[in-house]
């Protein structure tokens, strides 16, 4: 092997160790922060799961060709409402009495 073989190598192992390292602290901050602003973490949340089952209903007016699901012969409507219908029945099998979820 050559001294630039070698080298590649353990440039590809540093880099490894340092987005390792990256990740973590990143995470490690991100658990600071949820930790610190429990309110504010609570909006985040609610809000990014209410994005992924209202999209689909909102790409009709964008255009039928931004959205994978718009593209089928069946129309927008049966699997985006499935969707939505099935994550609404989980939730209240799983807490029949929090309705103010919704």
């Known amino acids: ?3 630039l073989h070698i080298l590649a190598y353990v440039g590809a192992v540093l880099a490894f160790i340092f987005v390792t390292l990256s990740l973590a602290c990143g995470l490690y901050y991100l ?4 930790e610190e602003y429990t309110v504010l973490t609570k909006k985040i949340i609610r809000y990014s799961t209410f ?5 689909p209903f909102a ?3 964008l255009g039928r060709s931004r959205h994978p ?3 089928m012969d069946r129309g927008p409507l049966p699997l985006p409402a499935y969707r939505l ?3 609404v029945s989980r939730r209240l099998q799983s807490q029949p009495q929090d309705l103010s979820f919704y």
């Open 69 to 71: 699901y718009l593209t």
């Open 59 to 61: 790409c009709p007016p």
């Open 51 to 55: 994005v992924p089952f209202l999209y």
């Open 85 to 87: 219908l099935s994550h």
């Open 1 to 3: 092997m050559s001294f």
């Open 31 to 34: 658990a600071e922060l949820v």
